[in-house]
């Protein structure tokens, strides 16, 4: 890691990672099942059909891409809690900042793709319902997957920037180390 600017192969990886994610998050907003009231005539009960339940694979597609992607950056960086201290100054502060952000986008984009997955997978499959005048087939809502996709987005920008900030706070500690002195104990200098 020269100069604090990490390693390229980890952003690409992380980036790629999350667009990804953003791409099943939007597929399965595209995909979600919905379902129709079909009434069945003999018997004069109602229940509902669903089309597909491919929007169900994709949000936990996308949950698992972030979820590797945030789990590659946080491995590389040893979560930031262990290893190398990180040298005091903006560059630290700025890193903390950026990781603090980048775990909550994180956590509610991940709750977002599966809560959407699980509440897509769920149908009410038949009801004995003889009159049924507001009866409806429940669906997910609009928007939950979008709503995940949008944090995939903004995680992948924390996550480039936290780990831009945070590379270099330990490289600013590193070549602090290194261009030390020698040591000089006992040894003043006389002219």
């Given at each position: 890691m020269g100069e604090g600017k990490g390693s390229t192969l980890v952003h690409l990886l992380a980036v790629a990672l999350c667009l990804v994610a953003f791409g099943f998050a939007i597929a399965a907003e595209r995909r979600r099942s919905i379902g129709t009231v079909v009434k069945d005539e003999p018997s004069n009960s109602t229940y509902c059909v669903y089309n597909s339940d491919v929007a169900t694979g994709y949000g936990v597609g996308g949950f698992l891409f972030l979820l590797s992607s945030e789990s590659l950056l946080m491995g590389v960086t040893k979560c930031m809690c262990f290893g190398r201290p990180l040298a005091p100054g903006g560059d630290r502060a700025w890193s903390i900042i950026y990781f603090v952000s980048s775990w909550l986008t994180f956590?509610?984009?991940?709750?977002?793709?599966?809560?959407?997955?699980?509440?897509?997978?769920y149908h009410t499959k038949y009801r004995e319902m003889i009159y049924a005048q507001n009866f409806?087939?429940?669906?997910?809502?609009?928007?939950?997957?979008?709503?995940?996709?949008?944090?995939?987005?903004?995680?992948?920008?924390?996550?480039?920037?936290?780990?831009?900030?945070?590379?270099?706070?330990?490289?600013?500690?590193?070549?602090?180390k290194t261009n030390r002195p020698g040591s000089n104990v006992g040894m003043t200098g006389y002219a």
């Open positions: 956590l509610i984009a991940e709750a977002c793709l599966l809560a959407g997955a699980t509440r897509n997978a409806s087939c429940e669906t997910l809502r609009k928007g939950v997957f979008i709503a995940g996709a949008v944090f995939v987005v903004a995680t992948m920008i924390l996550n480039v920037y936290y780990y831009m900030y945070f590379t270099k706070a330990t490289a600013t500690q590193s070549a602090g």
